[in-house]
């Protein structure tokens, strides 16, 4: 018999990333875009993937993506890195800027692999707490920065899951703080072309400020995996040093340089996504549900006369998959739909309709 070679003791708590993967015909359980990907970007494609040496590795640098990404945002190549999604951008700034001693500060409810991936890096992290309507008490997180002093301070606008903004006011005072104790605030805006409302933010060299963004939403590519970071040159070459050689395939590449020439035809279906949004809100709410306003592509929700699990899985009895997130902190009870399509917004209403009313 092996002794099974132990891990560390503090990854023993970890739970993982949970969202079931099931074989559902409505799948509106984790904010993916439900349109395909225009004819003309897959032809593109094709053609352009015929012509990658792939024997070859990739550009270590990206150049030509991050050369596009920086045209699109009015920054230089070099405040620019790309990674294989937004995930692998928070574990490079965890690498970079956390670590064994040192501390993230995140304010729940909100996007759990914050908190996870600081915890995978040896990270500490420290809770702050939102109020009802899942905003950030500015006294009360400045306290927290003073007294703890972290060195990385994540927010999240449009926040998931809940859906509403961080208020500008916020940012500017946590940021103001941490240019003062030399902490980073991440500001993860995976949501951001769902939303009406603007930051008067951008990157700085003398601004501890970073941008993170996904090609996984909006631009209907989240099989690939790709997102990238705006940043200061500083924290740009950190992320470098913290990366894989190679660390982001050619066809990967490719890909995101051929979705920036197709920007129109992506930013056109946000147009659709938020009417339906606006639809299924009012929708949701003629029935015994409360439901929060959101500015993303989903909508939080909490149903009055049933069980938020039975919900959830009288749901999927229908052919419908929402995300449960009942047993997060501060979300007792709630659901979160992502928006879909019309024919999957109304699969959805009528199931529910039918199970609450
Ligand atoms: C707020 C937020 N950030 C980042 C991500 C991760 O996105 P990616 O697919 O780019 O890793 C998600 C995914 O749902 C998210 O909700």
């Known amino acids: 018999m092996n002794k099974v ?7 023993e708590i ?22 395909p990907l225009p004819e003309t970007f897959i032809r593109e494609l094709g053609s352009e993937i015929n012509k990658l040496e792939l024997n070859r590795y990739p550009s270590r640098s990206a150049s030509e993506l991050c050369a596009a990404i920086a045209s699109k945002e009015l920054l230089k190549e070099s405040e620019v890195f790309v990674a ?7 574990q490079s700034i965890c690498l970079a800027y956390g670590g ?27 809770e702050g707490v939102r109020d009802n309507e899942f905003q950030i008490d500015k006294d009360a997180a400045l306290e927290i920065i003073n007294r703890e002093k972290p060195e990385l301070v994540f927010l999240c606008s449009p926040n998931n899951p809940t859906g509403n903004i961080e ?27 769902f939303s009406e409302s603007s930051f008067d933010l951008t990157v700085d060299d003398k601004s501890n400020l970073v941008f993170i963004r996904t090609f996984s939403k909006v631009w209907s590519l989240a099989g690939i995996r790709l997102g990238y970071l705006l940043a200061p040159e500083w924290c740009i070459q950190m992320m470098k040093s913290v ?12 890909v995101g340089v051929l979705a920036l020439k197709h920007e129109k035809e992506m930013l056109r279906e946000v147009i659709a996504i938020k009417e339906e949004r606006g639809r299924v809100f009012e929708a949701l709410r003629s029935l015994p ?21 039975k919900l959830w899985e009288g749901l999927l009895e ?10 997060w902190e501060g979300l007792e009870g709630c659901l979160r739909v992502t928006i879909g399509s019309e024919s999957e917004n109304d699969s959805f209403l009528t199931a529910v309709r039918k199970i609450v009313e």
């Open 5 to 11: 070679p132990s891990s560390r003791e503090d990854l």
């Open 14 to 35: 970890l739970e993982g990333y949970f969202s079931p993967q099931l074989d559902v015909s409505v799948k509106l359980n984790t904010n993916e875009a439900p349109f």
């Open 84 to 90: 294989n999604g937004s995930n692998e951008i928070i």
């Open 100 to 126: 064994n001693g040192r501390s993230a500060l995140i304010f729940e409810p909100t996007y759990a692999m914050h908190s996870q991936i600081a915890k995978v890096t040896g990270t500490r992290v420290i």
């Open 167 to 193: 208020n500008p006011e916020l940012i500017d005072a946590i940021l103001s703080e941490l240019n003062s104790t030399g902490g980073l605030l991440v500001l993860d805006e995976a949501y951001k072309e």
């Open 243 to 254: 990366s894989l050689p190679y660390h982001l395939d050619s066809v990967k590449q490719k």
């Open 289 to 309: 549900v409360k439901v929060w306003p959101s500015e993303a592509n989903f909508l939080l929700f909490k149903p009055e006369t049933v069980d938020s699990y």
């Open 318 to 327: 229908e052919g419908v998959l929402i995300r449960d997130c009942s047993s």
